[in-house]
């Protein structure tokens, strides 16, 4: 039975796909911020999902949820980092985490690549494994002198950015792991789709939100994409991601400067 950890789970894409992994059988580490949310939809799902609470705002809190989740299983079949900050057009307020970086770097990148790093053993354990990176088709380019974004700061620019150092990181891992042991791949899964992140930030919906789950489930479980890996989807289409993603000293830098913020072990 495939073991599958999903963060951000208790809303919008996270809860709806925890539904889609449920049904197909899937064994259930859901991860969520708020623990009546968490606690709730576990008990509605079926087969007894365990519910995993932690803050991805705090370092801290992404180390001793990685070792829960070795506490409880042995291993970890595919890991689908989704939660995340949106960061709307008229979000122009900087905001820190708590260990003082910029918050949505911090969130949507730094802490999944501390998880991704501490859960990789578990992962490489149960080869062939799979790492699913929900990412966005909005991507700006990192600026390594100021990845904190102390100057010119805006919310867009801020959640841009965090989803491509999400699409860097998950090329220059991919490109360090055999594909028959871990498979490493980023999507867009959808655009705009009706979730409460997105109201907040724009007002307006696009795509539905089965599109965006029918998208991310298949990189997920589709035997046909075993062994692929290092791409980024456009929904269910592969796509080119930012230029800064395929320029191997970018990813090279931002790896270095991600291991030195988080203190997360260099694996491979």
Known sequence: MTTILLTGATDGLGRALAERLAAAG??????GRDP???AAVAAELPGRPVPLRADLSSLAAVR???AEVRSTTDRLDVLVNNAGLGGGPDDA??????????????????????LTQELLPLLRAAAPARV???????????????LMLERGYTGRRAYNQSKLAQIIA???LAGRLPAAE???????????????LVAEGYGRTEDELGT???????LVLDPALAGVTGRFFDRQREARANAQAYDPAARAELWRRSLELTGAPDRP
């Open 64 to 66: 001793a949820l990685a």
């Open 36 to 38: 009546a949310r968490l």
């Open 182 to 196: 871990v498979t490493v791949n980023s999507l867009h899964p959808a655009t705009l789709m009706p979730t409460k």
């Open 93 to 114: 307020r900087r905001e820190v985490s708590a260990d003082g970086y910029e918050l949505r770097f911090a969130v949507n990148h730094l802490a999944h690549f501390l």
């Open 170 to 172: 998950g090329f220059e």
């Open 212 to 218: 965006g789950v029918a998208a991310t489930a298949r």
């Open 132 to 146: 699913v990176h929900v990412a966005s088709l909005g991507q700006t380019p990192l600026d390594f002198a100021d």
């Open 26 to 31: 899937a064994t259930l580490l859901l991860h």
